[in-house]
DNA sequence: CTGAAAGCGCTTACAG
DNA sequence: CTGAAAGCGCTTACAG
């Protein structure tokens, strides 16, 4: 099966590549009619199709784009993918995903994979500990979007899209605060001082408490590899007073809290109320439907795509790079 | 900012293109150890990355695969395609996942595009309207994997992944008979000649009843756009003797019965018993815990991804290409 | 043990 | 309006 390649064409048509060449590529100004038709018919013919790889080569964009999402089982992640692949792919880019697995070895690696590959732009969940990585692929102009992190410690700006944080953590005690709920906890995974998401919601938690002039209650804040998260609700509904509310920092943890209250029999919300950030699949037909807060992921998807691709196409594009925000939504649904 | 080439490292190293590219390709057999060393610290002291894409214009192999899905939707989809990412990583090969939305003429573009990006092997869920093109690659003996559908009158083999549907089918039949229902209903997205899981889910459904000697009343075979799905089941639920157990085809149709028995407070399994085929997410933490039949999604990814790999790095692969079947599983929980 | 040369399939000034 | 030539960054026989 010998492949087909501008050279038969040009030879079937009886022209020369450069001008199969401008064929393919559209630019028919100073074109004969005939010729035109000569090579139409001449691709036709042979079933040419051209070799997007050889011309990448010579104009040095690949029209591939790579994301590097942290950990590809979060809902997030999923929705913010499809968007940017809908994106792109209105924009005839490809995407190329990889999945880090919280690793950040893996991430280093496809981080270098991915430029290997002359992919023309990158957006990332940062795991946190590559962050001089980045900041080295900034400081070479190279165009990058980050979702959900911001690097630290950096002078350099960086397009980063993010929700409010902050925010929807406050929705949510907003919310069981209009209930008349007061005894209110929260489950997390582990926090570090990279991750974003995490301190922004636990931190707008803890300051929504305080505007109600409410009390943290030791105990109340859990926060706990997912794997302990079992036995550590365990010890915060075992304590003298438990918490009345709870509020789960992502869909993981928010499935965690739904299998212990499985196992435990408790009733929601009459026992205990609950809302969780990430606006999981099932929320709405779950029994009792699941009171969330959303996040625009489709959208903040849409917008880091955009962000990257304005960069990549556009020639010395000097918007400044900044934080965009994303308002969360509180769906009212029969959990809290 | 100058990209650093091969011939940049030649230069610095002192030696030709030719042994650096030896060096970058792991052929030191030949290799003076002075050679050696000094071609290793000019790369490092250049930073130098070698450019894939113009290894792959000269070896012709892009260490890419494309994937292309009917419907991402489907957490079935989701679950191989993370299946097939895995593998591929394994060997370094990339993957660009591509989302044909059930459209035949999305289908159509996504697969001229891989390949004029020259990915090396397509694994595709073919809508079904594209069986021509799919044969004509499969004739040019271009590497190609399908999944979830049998390519119709063909003489050709293609190797083909997919779960064995009647006997997903026939397991949540032989569950609900065991626990001694009768009048068993099924709902299912449109049928189609070309979808080959959903007829074999049907034929099963219908072999399992005679098998047991029940007789599919009119009006439990509810086949019907997901968009219709309420009103559907309104009326199957609306027949003077309606079903009092009922088999989901897939996760979306599950979810569809789900909003149902919500919006009319219906009782599972004492009203109506329910499976699912398709392990959801939400199965074992839902109220009750819902009975469902799994698919090996992730092995049937990896199955697909390694048969694909074969063929594309095995040389001459004279492996005959056949049909792979997989066994579903009863996930035996509370709502049957 | 190493290098010169040709070539992968395109694009793009430039000349005519 | 069209073609010859150089070049993108590699790899690979082949020669020495």
Sequence with gaps: MKTITMADVAQH???????????????????????RERIASAIEELEYSPNI???????????????????????????VIRAIE???????????????????????????????????GIISFPTGANNQLYQQLVEQDYPIVLMDRILPDTDININTVLLDNRKAAKLAVDE????????IGMLTPPLDEHLTARNERVH????????????LESGY?????????QAALNRMMSLKSPPEAILALNDRSLVEILNYIKKDQINIPDDLALIGIDDVTF?????????????????????AAELLLAK?????????????????????????
């Design 204 to 215: 707008g938690f803890r300051e929504a408490l305080e505007d109600h002039g409410i009390v």
């Design 312 to 336: 990549i196409l556009i020639e010395n594009s000097t918007s400044e790079e900044v934080v965009h925000r994303f308002e969360p939504e509180l769906m009212r649904r029969e959990s809290s």
């Design 86 to 120: 809908d994106y792109c792919n209105e924009s005839d880019f490809h995407v190329i995903v990889c999945n880090a697995d919280d690793n950040p070895e893996k991430e280093k690696r496809y981080i270098e994979m991915l430029r290997a590959k002359q992919v023309d």
């Design 176 to 183: 069981f605060v209009q209930k008349g709920y007061e005894r």
């Design 221 to 229: 804040l859990v926060s706990t590899d997912l794997k302990e998260a």
């Design 13 to 35: 048509a009886n022209v020369s590549k450069s001008t199969v060449s401008q064929f393919v590529n559209g630019r028919y100004e100073y074109m004969g009619k005939q010729t």
């Design 283 to 303: 929320a709405s037909f779950y029994s009792p439907a699941l009171t969330t807060v959303a996040q625009p992921a489709y959208k903040m998807g849409e917008k």
């Design 53 to 79: 790889m050889a011309r990448s080569l010579k104009q040095k964009s690949s029209t591939t784009i790579g994301v590097i999402v942290a950990n590809i089982l979060h809902i997030f992640s999923t929705q």
